[in-house]
């Protein structure tokens, strides 16, 4: 006899510590299914991922044992059942773990074993590691409930399998990284794959929070390997997958394959929902920034616009004595073309009424950086103020480049409160500049064309706080320092290793100093949107005050 199981995969977004509207939320999607066997959430979709030391408060803990009991009063009178990850306390210890809801009951709870506690995951302060699962009985399926690490190392899928599992269902919090697809699909799921012989369904969930932007692109695998669904990158997707057992094995019939986003487009729309998500969840009207002429600038209003739409972001351009025409031209040629308001607020008054202030402090000293950082200062006091009083969250606009060296002026243009260029080096925002020239983001709401000139572009970088002044007066060739920086931020490489690669002796020494040496900088930056496996914050965590050099 033929045994058929309808599987629905609930790729859908959270929102950490609402766990009356998360659940809402699946209530929701359980009830559009009627017809389904059994609806499959997303790794802590009750929670909300990270959920970092808020699931250390009581209440909490409380609040979703009582929710999880009214998401399994939902299935009472139903035919369908729930899998839904929660956090389940037991003799004193927290799991990270997925319950069975079905029939009115908390059927079966099954505990993450893996728990991953590098880079961005510390769980392992969290959590307590569960037993090796058993399998469960569904409906004439063992199905085995690896929990997102759990399917990136063996043991578990393997245990699994020797206690007669017959499907693995995953289900994860996975954050976007640059080239993850790959290696979850190609290294991880496939392998899992191969060495049981089991379909795997691999369920991930979507949106930002934080810093950290989840991307979905679920899919399916028979136990042959091959790819039988493919869901939406950045999207959700409620998808129903079917299932038959006509022999010993259960198979998935063949279903939509979604193209993902290639790259640089996968990047810009991680910027773009982690910006978007970070102002809407914490209820900000929209964003406010300062449109330099510049590229970073140009390109952080232009995620702004894709992510919030042009009404919700507000430019404003503060001109010194050294701002040239061009930079004037471009910024409002930017505005333009973004179809934002640009507001022109000239920081002279307020830099000659500094030099009147300081000018017996700082009597017989020569003008230096000091001065420099005071118009940065100046610009950043200006925007915060246009924030306090109108409620736009400022966006700050440095790169990952200037960060790394502390080529950016602390309480000046650092300040703000988010940042979609932390983790993207100078060479990635001239990439991503000329691909959105080019190209509309799937997610994007910006205009269709153009979003900055050209020359913006093309034209040497400049802080403009001096003279003719140019990013390369005071660092390498961003063609230099950005693979130079790669190889000391996200290589852990030494000097020595760095020479070897070919790069100057005295430049490598000089640029590993100012990378440790700006860590009080970072330390004191906005969050932003992690691109990388080594994003500042969350995942290299480095001491401010470190005498450690590898020469």
């Given amino acids: 006899m033929t045994a058929k199981l309808t599987i629905t995969l609930a790729q859908m977004t959270q929102a950490v510590g609402d766990l009356r509207g998360n659940a809402d939320a699946m209530i929701a999607v359980y009830q559009s299914k009627p017809d389904s066997d059994l609806i499959v959430f997303p790794e802590l979709q009750l929670i909300g991922y990270p959920p970092e030391d808020l699931v250390l408060k009581p209440a909490v803990v409380e609040r979703a044992e009582t929710e999880l009991q009214r998401l399994a009063d939902a299935t009472q009178d139903s035919a369908p059942a729930m899998l839904v990850g929660s956090i389940f306390r037991e003799n004193g210890h927290l799991y990270n773990g997925i319950a069975l809801l079905e029939g009115g009951q908390i059927k079966e709870v099954r505990y993450k074993v893996e728990l991953p506690n590098y880079g961005t995951f510390d769980e392992k302060r969290l959590f307590t590691s569960g037993p090796l699962p058993e399998p469960i009985d569904f409906r004439g399926c063992k199905i085995g409930l690896p929990i997102c690490e759990d399917v990136w190392f063996p043991t578990v899928c393997e245990h699994l399998k020797a206690q007669g599992t017959e499907m693995l269902i995953s289900v994860h919090g996975s954050p976007y990284e640059i080239e993850k697809d790959d290696r979850?699909?190609?290294?991880?799921?496939?392998?899992?794959?191969?060495?049981?012989?089991?379909?795997?369904?691999?369920?991930?969930?979507?949106?930002?929070?934080?810093?950290?932007?989840?991307?979905?692109?679920?899919?399916?695998?028979?136990?042959?390997?091959?790819?039988?669904h493919?869901?939406?990158?950045?999207?959700?997707?409620?998808?129903?997958?079917?299932?038959?057992?006509?022999?010993?094995?259960?198979?998935?019939?063949?279903?939509e394959i979604h193209k993902l986003d290639d790259h640089p487009a996968d990047i810009y729309?991680?910027?773009?929902?982690?910006?978007?998500?970070?102002?809407?969840?914490?209820?900000?009207?929209?964003?406010?920034?300062?449109?330099?002429?510049?590229?970073?600038?140009?390109?952080?209003?232009?995620?702004?616009?894709?992510?919030?739409?042009?009404?919700?972001?507000?430019?404003?351009?503060?001109?010194?004595?050294?701002?040239?025409?061009?930079?004037?031209?471009?910024?409002?040629?930017?505005?333009?073309?973004?179809?934002?308001r640009l507001d022109t607020i000239s920081i002279v008054p307020a830099v000659e009424g500094f030099d009147a202030m300081l000018e017996g402090s700082f009597a017989d000293e020569e003008v230096d950086i000091t001065e420099e950082n005071i118009q940065s200062r100046i610009r950043g006091v200006t925007l915060m103020a246009m924030s306090n009083k109108f409620g736009h969250m400022l966006l700050t606009t440095g790169n990952k480049s200037e960060m790394s060296v502390g080529y950016a002026t602390i309480y000046g243009d650092m300040a703000g409160g988010y940042s979609v260029l932390k983790d993207a080096y100078k060479l990635t925002c001239f990439k991503l500049s000329e691909w959105r020239n080019r190209n509309k983001p799937s997610l994007g709401m910006g205009p269709d064309g153009p979003v900055m000139p050209d020359n913006i572009i093309t034209k040497p970088p400049s802080a403009e706080l001096r003279e003719d002044q140019k990013d390369s007066d005071s660092l390498p060739d961003y063609e230099i320092l950005d693979p130079l920086l790669h190889g000391l931020v996200e290589e852990e490489l030494s000097v020595a290793d760095l020479v070897e690669r070919g790069f100057d002796r005295e430049t490598v020494i000089r640029i590993e100093k100012l990378l440790y040496i700006a860590e009080y900088k970072r330390r004191q930056a906005p969050p932003g949107v992690k691109l990388g496996t080594r994003n500042f914050g969350r995942d290299r965590r480095y001491p401010i005050t470190n005498a450690f050099r590898t020469i």
């Fill in 230 to 255: 493919q869901l939406p990158d950045w999207d959700e997707a409620i998808v129903d997958t079917h299932w038959s057992n006509e022999g010993e094995d259960w198979t998935c019939a063949p279903g």
């Fill in 269 to 340: 729309n991680a910027m773009i929902v982690g910006l978007r998500d970070y102002v809407n969840a914490n209820r900000f009207p929209g964003v406010i920034l300062g449109l330099s002429g510049g590229i970073d600038s140009a390109l952080s209003a232009a995620v702004a616009v894709d992510a919030l739409g042009a009404d919700r972001v507000w430019c404003v351009m503060m001109p010194s004595r050294f701002t040239s025409q061009e930079s004037l031209d471009d910024a409002a040629g930017c505005a333009e073309m973004l179809g934002t």
């Fill in 184 to 228: 979850r699909l190609g290294q991880v799921a496939t392998q899992r794959v191969r060495e049981t012989q089991l379909p795997l369904l691999f369920l991930n969930r979507i949106g930002g929070q934080d810093e950290v932007v989840f991307d979905g692109a679920s899919f399916v695998l028979n136990g042959d390997t091959s790819v039988m």
